[in-house]
């Protein structure tokens, strides 16, 4: 399972290394620098293959993020030609309170917490992830994100695994 885990993350890493987003991605998302707002939705979409392949649904820490999935998404040809390339499938977004009858989601912080499990299977060794704290960063007012905090109790946690 490791090895098939594996594959789908290399498959989606060479996927997002490849996206090229255009200035239609970031029309709703104002903020700089636009290169770490990049970087960001670049390591969201990473972690998103190993959350689609363990059948999870994780949480989005940034605001900024966020805005430009959604441009993406907005993107709708290129989006879907994206998602067939980087995970096999449609990557399906479900906004709070959008989600179709019958699926039903966790609570944000049990989603956050599998988004930074999902961090821990993508990255390379030592790079560094700027979804938690992005949007204090760039000055997002009302930032999202995860703590430090939480981040380091999670990766304790899976070191015991």
């Given at each position: ?10 498959r989606?890493?060479g996927?997002?290394?490849d ?8 029309r ?32 989005m ?20 030609a994206?998602?067939?390339?980087a995970?096999g ?42 979804l ?6 760039i000055g997002?007012?009302e930032?999202w ?16 695994v």
């Amino acid at each position: 399972m490791l090895v098939r885990r594996g594959s789908a993350v290399r498959r989606a890493n060479g996927a997002v290394a490849d996206l090229e987003l255009p200035e239609a991605v970031f029309r709703t998302c104002p903020w700089q620098p636009r290169e770490l707002v990049d970087l960001g939705l670049r390591q969201w979409l990473r972690c998103c293959a190993a959350a689609l392949h363990d059948g999870e649904v994780i949480g989005m820490p940034s605001h900024a993020v966020d805005e430009a999935w959604h441009g993406f998404i907005l993107c709708t040809a290129r989006y879907a030609a994206f998602c067939r390339s980087a995970y096999g499938r449609f990557l399906h977004h479900h906004p709070d309170g959008g989600a179709p009858p019958g699926v039903t989601g966790d609570p944000m912080s049990e989603q956050l917490r599998r988004t930074v499990v999902a961090w821990s299977v993508v990255a390379a060794p030592g790079e560094q992830c700027v979804l938690w704290d992005l949007d204090r960063r760039i000055g997002v007012p009302e930032p999202w994100g995860v703590s430090a905090t939480q981040v380091t109790a999670v990766e304790q946690d899976l070191r015991r695994v």
